[in-house]
């Protein structure tokens, strides 16, 4: 037996393994590191969250990842280049927590890396045949394995296409294994650039799930941000956007979108949402004169409406419902209280802080419970998935 297999084989033995969960989303604003130590693996697993870091990208990098992302022509050579040098980026970050938080890397068992979404295509969108389902991620896990000295389990959207799904959102895996509750009927939404979220009824079976994209999160904001208000990546707090005021015609222009009509479950991405449709959506509303906060503050409330949305559409007649909200649209005090005001008395709204989660780490520790259940999961899953199985496994050498 080839000693890398070897070690994976007794890794997947233990009673307790310690994982590194890499999340790198859409907003581009850099790099969740999770340390984290797991025992057990399927419905009886069990999480602790050590230390968590965000590393911010640099003004070169976010440069670099931008002349590839989201666009449906880039030069060929720019996203070869990328895919080592992200991943090479992405060790060196691993690598510089260790050292702060004063742990040697071999007492690391796994990292899972989810890598750089540069462009997300389901068919749905792109309706070109005969392919089926795109994504693709950059950071590639074999410079991750071998810079850090940790075996690496990355590029986990691929398998899900494989087997019939769009390769997102991935978050239902974690959400059924570690939240659900025998008597509250839970939704864990996650605002990040795309808002998604999973119901998890009462003692839900995995077949009673539905996990979705609902639309725009933080990513149009963001956009709109960057475009017109030079050195800043976003809204803090809200404060361009509270100083608005909702353009109806815009609001309902912005709606009047095919995605929003489709079925559950959908995914979607900021080549949908972008800065296209919303000029175009500007165009179609004849609006003669709007202000950048006015705009803010729209696109704040679509986030917010089509959240509510997808929403009521799940639970409508359903009681004991609790909203746990994670990612970066929680630090946006409008948008949370804008979806606040509009869901109906027995929805409440909550911090995921409220189950011991850090709201911000939240995707990390995911992608980390999948590298759990690569190596050391017994399978558990449905008629799709019947194990969780996802990722590639890469060895330091």
Known sequence: MHSNIEKLFQIANKDTRTIIGLMSGT???GLDVALCTFSGEGLQTSVQLLHFETIPYSDEVVKEIRTVFSKSIIELQQLCLLNGWLGSIHAEMVNNCMAKWNIPNN????IASHGQTIYHAPKRLHNKEPFGNGTLQIGDGDHIAVKTGIITVSDFRQKHIALGGEGAPLAIYGDYLL???LKENRILLNIGGIANLTYLPANASFEDIISTDVGAGNTLMDAYIRKHFIGKYYDKDAS???QGKVILPLLEALK????????FPKTTGPELF???Y????????????YSDEDILSTLNQLSADMIVVAINKLVM????VMVYVSGGGVHNPLLMQRIKDQLPEGIAVQNLHALGVNPDAKEAILFALLANEAVAGKGWGDKLDRSISLGKISFPG
């Open 256 to 263: 009047k979108l095919s995605f929003f009509e489709e079925a």
């Open 240 to 242: 361009v956007a509270v």
């Open 278 to 289: 919303l000029e175009k959506a500007i165009a179609n509303a004849s609006i003669d004169f």
């Open 107 to 110: 007492q690391i068992d796994l």
């Open 274 to 276: 972008g800065m296209d």
């Open 27 to 29: 907003s581009l604003d």
């Open 179 to 181: 939240f659900c509750h």
């Open 317 to 320: 007649n359903v009681e004991n």
